[in-house]
């Protein structure tokens, strides 16, 4: 069975701060993808990041980082110099090679105070 | 990635009406794919829809409930039959372009059951 765990609930910083998202993931697949999506109060969901099990170097993209552990399996993602227009919820996700299906976790709704 | 819309984009129905939701892509597609998110939930798959064969359904998901069309690889409908409060959700298609391994997702219909 898959899972992902987002233990954040909710975060909240002040504009300009460094914030981190957490994601564990579990899997017995020994290749998978996994994924970060940002959900502004607006409802749709906005992809924002792919990464695939083989490949552990971390991405950096403008103000986004992502730190991928095979050996703790998480996933994490930072922002850096936050701004209001980060306020959404953030999932992390898990998918399998070729089935297509995603798992979510249960989502950490972070809030930027300006 | 695709340009996904779904109409309505939202709508409060009365209890035990049904309501059909349609996604359009604008590109051809082989895989579709509906998921509902509870209020201040995760996303959960419902189904996976193929064009030219029946939808896939998960666990907890019935046809007689959730009926899913898929006439053409541009297109899907999702209607939600016999509607009471709890099925009160927003209700996201999403689509797989070409071998992008990645999900990109429509804006969501917000839907409201009383």
């Known amino acids: 069975a898959q899972k992902v765990t987002q233990a954040q609930t909710e975060i909240s910083v002040v504009e300009k701060e460094d914030v981190t998202l957490d994601c564990v993931y579990e899997t017995r697949d020994t290749t998978y993808y996994l994924f970060w999506y940002k959900q502004p109060p607006s409802g749709e969901l906005v992809f924002l990041i792919r990464?695939?099990?083989?490949?552990?170097q971390n991405e950096i993209s403008g103000r986004y980082s992502w730190n991928f552990q095979k050996s703790t399996s998480s996933f994490n993602f930072t922002i850096t110099a936050s701004q209001v227009v980060d306020s959404a919820v953030y999932f992390c996700a898990l998918g399998n090679f070729g089935n297509e299906k995603l798992t979510f976790g249960t989502g950490t709704r972070l809030t930027i105070i300006p | 990635s695709a340009v996904i819309s779904q109409k309505p984009s939202r709508d409060i129905c009365q209890r035990g009406t049904s309501l059909t939701i349609q996604c359009q892509v604008d590109?051809?597609?082989?895989?579709m794919f509906w998921y509902r998110q509870q209020p201040g939930q995760s996303l959960t798959l419902i189904a996976t829809a193929n064009q030219g064969s029946e939808a896939t359904y998960e666990s907890g998901f019935v046809i007689d409930k959730f009926p899913i069309s898929r006439p053409n690889l541009t297109f899907s409908t999702l209607t939600v039959s016999n509607m009471s409060p709890e099925d009160s959700s927003i209700y996201l298609c999403?689509?797989?372009?070409?071998?992008?391994?990645?999900?990109?997702f429509g804006p969501g219909t917000r839907l409201t059951v009383l």
């Open positions: 999403s689509v797989e372009p070409g071998r992008t391994d990645t999900q990109y």
């Open positions: 590109s051809q597609v082989t895989m």
């Open positions: 990464r695939n099990s083989f490949d552990e």
